[in-house]
T-cell receptor
Framework: QKEVEQDPGPLSVPEGAIVSLNCTYS??????FMWYRQYSRKGPELLMY????GNKEDGRFTAQVDKSSKYISLFIRDSQPSDSATYLC????????????FGEGTQLTVNP | NAGVTQTPKFRILKIGQSMTLQCTQD?????MYWYRQDPGMGLKLIYY???????DKGEVPNGYNVSRSTTEDFPLRLELAAPSQTSVYFC????????????FGEGSWLTVV
């Protein structure tokens, strides 16, 4: 069983839609929860991070962490074609220290 | 504003050949990492370093070696290349030990034939 599970998609939505991306995990020691965006043939780019449980908002993006359910989400409001990318969740903490454990990524396409 | 720089961008190797992927960062980060990314598998940690002179294995270290003689540089050595090492390799660096500020390079595409 993978330590972090993420639906690989692909996910295709119309421009302006609300997008919900999710990951589940099994290691209760994880404390930092990150979302990376990766454009084709580029390196992952840190989008947001959250420490422990709660919500964090940055413009059109909202990250949510529910440690009791071991479930994290990224919401994208008013999605744009420029949001088309692969979104990777990543987590760290506990015995793993700074080493990130990644989900396999969800490929998102926003159609104009 | 270079950040994390990797070379080469693309490389084709023959089975049994060796090569070094170069990585340098200009952010004075102590923590550096090498990941590989395979389709449908996410990113897997190969090796990491918490400072100059200190390295440790990640999830998938077999077939690779690293060194960290300076804060800036963290080269990854592939010995006796195998087709299973065909992948995209990402170097990354981090300011903190928490893992929440890791920045990635642009990647190195390696094919072993």
């Amino acid at each position: 069983q993978k330590e972090v599970e993420q639906d690989p998609g692909p996910l295709s939505v119309p421009e302006g839609a609300i997008v919900s991306l999710n990951c589940t995990y099994s290691n209760s020691a994880f404390q930092y929860f990150m979302w990376y965006r990766q454009y084709s043939r580029k390196g992952p780019e840190l989008l947001m991070y959250t420490y422990s449980s709660g919500n964090k908002e940055d413009g059109r993006f909202t990250a949510q962490v529910d440690k009791s359910s071991k479930y994290i989400s990224l919401f994208i409001r008013d999605s744009q074609p420029s949001d088309s990318a692969t979104y990777l969740c990543a987590m760290s903490g506990g015995a793993s220290g700074s080493r990130l454990t990644f989900g396999e990524g969800t490929q998102l396409t926003v159609n104009p | 504003n270079a950040g994390v720089t990797q070379t080469p961008k693309f490389r084709i190797l023959k089975i049994g050949q060796s090569m070094t992927l170069q990585c340098t960062q200009d952010m004075n980060h102590n923590y550096m990492y090498w990941y590989r990314q395979d389709p449908g598998m996410g990113l897997k940690l190969i090796y990491y370093s918490v400072g100059a002179g200190i390295t440790d294995k990640g999830e998938v270290p077999n077939g690779y070696n690293v060194s960290r003689s300076t804060t800036e540089d963290f080269p990854l050595r592939l010995e006796l290349a195998a087709p299973s090492q065909t992948s995209v390799y990402f170097c990354a660096s981090s300011l903190t030990a928490a893992g929440n500020t890791i920045y990635f390079g642009e990647g190195s595409w390696l094919t072993v034939v």
